[in-house]
């Protein structure tokens, strides 16, 4: 069973920054890939940014060139480095990592970390 847990959120001013962290509890060899996901209020859960455990990265448009998406050494953790934040990058970000289990995969959920950006 995977367990991830999630650091980072609070409240900054537009421009500012902020380091999201999430370590899960399984091994590099169980974890495919790790992502993030952000919740609007009324609105859909989006993709914001994932990784691979090769290393391959892939942003949403509304993010790239302002957020940064990385793993440790260990692959079994992931930081979301956001800087130029907007008002309408308000939300509540959830990790993702995908892992192997018996014979398939699934997607396991951290409990989400608020972000709220307003001056």
């Known amino acids: 069973q995977v367990q991830l847990v999630e650091s980072g959120g609070g409240l900054v001013q537009p421009g500012g920054s902020l380091r999201l962290s999430c370590a899960a509890s399984?091994?590099?060899?169980?974890?495919?890939?790790m992502g993030w996901y952000r919740q609007a209020p009324g609105k859909e859960r989006e993709l914001v940014a994932t990784i691979t455990r090769g290393g391959s990265t892939m942003y949403a448009d509304s993010v790239k060139g302002r957020f940064t998406i990385s793993s440790g050494n260990a692959k079994n953790t992931v930081y979301l480095q956001m800087n130029s934040l907007k008002p309408e990058d308000t939300a509540v970000y959830f990790c993702?990592?995908?892992?192997?289990?018996?014979?398939?995969?699934?997607?396991?959920w951290g409990q989400g970390t608020q972000v709220t950006v307003s001056s």
């Open positions: 993702n990592a995908n892992a192997n289990v018996g014979k398939g995969q699934l997607n396991y």
């Open positions: 399984a091994s590099m060899f169980n974890i495919n890939g």
